[in-house]
């Protein structure tokens, strides 16, 4: 790596997210001379989307991850509430580029950071009624936390049950709330656990008094002027007096719409988070980056990767000359009271898996590596494991040792360099 400071100029970011953030953390390690301006459609301070279900059971504030003199420290002029409408990039060298923000205003930009982040993505009629919640954003949050709390409502249906409808769903039940949740499939969150570690969780989730109705399909949220209910592929109507959408995300990109910045489902980049216009950097849930394993390139929205990805685009920024590795999966649920982690592929040519100290370990080979772990239960394997799976070498006789209770922590693996 050199770096190579520029002269002085004015990087905006779009989006104070991790990625935003890790981003200006970055900079600001080389270069304290940009003048940087930071845009967030939200009216909050940075806050950590992963930290609002404990700030919403325990009242701690702690989603609010960046203090209020953050932005005097960073030096980055903050506009929360601030909305962009339109980019349009520099057509020739030399020249800034601008972006149009809502109520017609512009700002021009020497370099962009495009770290806009995901929103709901429910492809299912009726889910933009008034009335449908949903968890993806603090405001959105806020928004169902407040009804919840008015006392106007004790019954919610929650239409998914993947990670985030999990996440709704635990702390819904916790606040006192009847939940149930439907899933079209026959596992809960089908994208990161295997079967067995779904039936642990599943198991966990009917514990706490969630009802899960697996392999059930909503057609539909229903309602004239506000959302009523859902109704089942069966015909069945179901009533709430809340109604949540946890279905997926989607990348926020209305807004380049017309920029020339290259797109599928996400912003494409290079190996340096460049997208296609220049002086354009993209990082976090609205790329589609390249996973470090099968090198497939998807939008990964977790939070470590808009974090690296943020610091990649950073250290670019700053005039290094960084490429980014790949992006991770992985995810954990922290609120089941049964810590679960998975993470990289959940099938193999060999499967390691059995009760390891009370808990259940699946591990993943394919060619001797190590290529995706599920842990249940007990989870202190997973750093050595994480290890493993991004060093991608054969295993040789470690093999033997993935199995045992205390693998990650004994001498063996240490000795072995992980
Ligand atoms: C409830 C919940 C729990 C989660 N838990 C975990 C977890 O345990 N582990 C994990 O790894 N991941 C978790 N995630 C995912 C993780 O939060 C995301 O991957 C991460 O926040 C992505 O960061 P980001 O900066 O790319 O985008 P975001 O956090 O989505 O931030 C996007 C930013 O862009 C701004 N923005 C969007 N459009 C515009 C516009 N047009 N103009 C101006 N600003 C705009 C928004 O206001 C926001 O500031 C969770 C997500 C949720 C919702």
């Known amino acids: 790596m050199a ?8 990087i905006v970011i779009v989006g104070a997210g991790p990625a935003g953030v890790s981003v200006v953390e970055t900079l600001r390690l080389y270069d304290r001379d940009s003048e940087v301006v930071m845009l967030s459609s939200e009216p909050y301070l940075p806050y950590s989307p992963p930290a609002m279900v404990d700030h919403f059971l325990t009242g701690s ?94 019954r919610a249906v929650i239409v998914g049950a993947g990670f985030i409808g999990m996440e709704i769903a635990l702390l819904l039940t916790e606040l006192g709330v009847n939940v149930q949740q439907f899933e079209m499939l ?19 989730m009917l514990q706490r008094g969630v009802v899960v109705q697996l392999e059930t399909k909503v057609q539909a949220f229903i309602g004239e002027m506000q959302a009523e209910g859902i109704l089942l592929e069966s015909g069945e109507i179901v009533r709430a007096d809340i109604l949540i959408a946890a279905t997926g995300v ?41 996973d470090k394993l099968t090198g497939e390139a998807y939008v990964h929205a977790i939070f470590p990767n808009a974090v690296e990805q943020g610091r990649v685009v950073g250290l670019n920024l700053a005039g290094f000359d960084v490429r980014y590795e790949g992006a991770e999966r992985m995810n954990s649920l922290k609120h089941l009271g049964l810590p679960i982690l998975a993470a990289g592929l959940k099938d ?30 007990d989870i202190r394997a997973a750093g050595a494991l994480r290890s493993l799976l991004n060093r991608q070498q054969p295993l040789g006789t470690l093999k033997d040792h993935l199995m045992e209770y205390n693998f990650g922590q004994g001498s063996l693996v240490w000795a072995s360099g992980i």
């Open 186 to 204: 026959g596992q809960v969150m089908p994208a990161m656990l295997d079967e067995h570690s779904a039936r642990f969780a599943l198991q966990a």
């Open 250 to 290: 989607r990348p926020n990109l209305d807004y380049l719409a017309g920029s020339g910045v290259a797109q599928r489902w996400g912003v494409m980049v290079n190996d340096h988070l460049q997208t296609s216009a220049p002086g354009v950097y993209a990082a976090g849930d609205v790329i589609e980056a390249p």
């Open 348 to 377: 193999g040519d060999e499967v390691l898996h059995g009760r390891v100290d009370g808990g259940w370990r699946t591990l993943y080979l394919r060619h001797e590596r190590l290529v995706g772990y599920q842990l249940v239960g």
């Open 61 to 154: 504030g702690s989603h609010l991850w960046r203090s209020p003199e953050w932005p005097a420290q960073m030096q980055v002029d903050y506009r929360p509430g601030t909305i962009v409408t339109a980019v349009e990039p520099a057509k020739e060298s030399g020249e800034r580029g601008r972006l149009v923000l809502e109520g017609g205003q512009e700002l021009e930009y020497d370099r962009l950071v495009i770290a806009s982040g995901s929103r709901l993505y429910a492809p299912l009629p009726g889910a933009d009624l008034p009335g449908v919640a949903n968890f993806k954003s603090l405001s959105a949050a806020e928004a169902l936390i407040k009804r919840v709390k008015s006392g106007a409502a004790n």
């Open 3 to 10: 770096s190579s400071l520029r002269p002085s100029e004015r």
